[in-house]
């Protein structure tokens, strides 16, 4: 069994900074893609980046320019680093990864959340 615990969130003004950390304990596992999603009320989770194997990223249009998804393989341990936060950006963060647990079986994960509200 592999666990996802994010971090991180709170309040924050408009035009400020939030880090978020995703930190992976239990089964080992190899992680394919690391990524961050958001749920505003009423909206659909939408992607906010990836981060593969390869260290390749991708990033949702709205947060281009703005957000950098990274990785620390040895603290396993993923970052959401979110600069000029603005008003839609507030919603519930989630951490998800994909890989192969015991190298074998393919697998899906996702954290609870944290929480980031930005205000004006």
């Known amino acids: 069994q592999v666990q996802l615990v994010e971090s991180g969130g709170g309040l924050v003004q408009a035009g400020g900074s939030l880090r978020l950390s995703c930190a992976q304990s239990g089964s080992t596992f190899s992680v394919r893609t690391s990524g961050w999603y958001r749920q505003a009320p009423g909206k659909e989770r939408e992607l906010v980046a990836l981060?593969?194997?390869?260290?390749?990223?991708t990033y949702g249009d709205s947060v281009k320019g703005r957000f950098t998804i990274s990785r620390d393989n040895l603290k396993r341990t993923a970052y959401l680093q979110m600069n000029n936060l603005k008003s839609e950006d507030t919603a519930v963060y989630y951490c998800?990864?994909?890989?192969?647990?015991?190298?074998?079986?393919?697998?899906?994960?996702w954290g609870q959340g944290t929480q980031v509200t930005v205000t004006s």
């Open positions: 981060i593969d194997y390869g260290d390749s990223t």
């Open positions: 998800n990864v994909h890989g192969y647990v015991g190298g074998i079986h393919y697998s899906e994960f």
